[in-house]
Every structure is written in C-alpha cells, then in structure tokens.
C-alpha cells in the first residue's frame, strides 16, 4: 500500500506526484483528509511539520502522569 498527495478537482481525485507500479484501472482507496490535515503540510515541498503533525493527533486522555507511567496503563504494571 502507498500514499500520496493528491487534490480533488471537478470530481476527480488526482495525484500530486506520480504513482509508479500499478496499472491502469487498478482499484484504489480514496481517503478525503479534512482542512486541518491539509494545513500541516507545507505547500512548496509537501512535507509535514513535526509539530503541526503532533499537535493533530494529540490526544487528551486526562491522564496527568501517562509519560512517566506508560507502563502502568499499557501493561498494567505497579506505578514507579
């Protein structure tokens, strides 16, 4: 499977960048990526900002202490 940018125009899903080893009429997924995604990648070289990627998938759990207690909720190992 690979991924790559693409843009959406007058009803057709195109590619930014080309897409080698797959033939005509293949069958495809199409996933349509909301405007917040959009806005991490940086249009002259469409690479993501490392900040702008943590910053949308960061997650808040309310879990004050999960870094220094990863493993306690992963493996459910007593707490340091």
Avoid: W
């Avoid at 960048?17 to 797959?22: N, R, S």
Wanted: hydrophobic share 35%.
């Amino acid at each position: 499977m690979i991924s790559v940018r693409g843009k959406y125009k007058n009803g057709v899903a195109l590619p930014l960048e080309p897409v080698k080893d797959f033939r005509e009429e293949q069958d495809v997924i199409i996933t349509f990526l909301g405007e917040a995604r959009e806005a991490a990648y940086d249009k002259t070289n469409g690479a993501v900002s490392l900040e702008d990627l943590i910053a949308e998938c960061a997650v808040d759990t309310g879990i004050e202490d999960l870094a220094e207690q990863h493993d306690h909720y992963l493996y459910g190992k007593p707490r340091k």
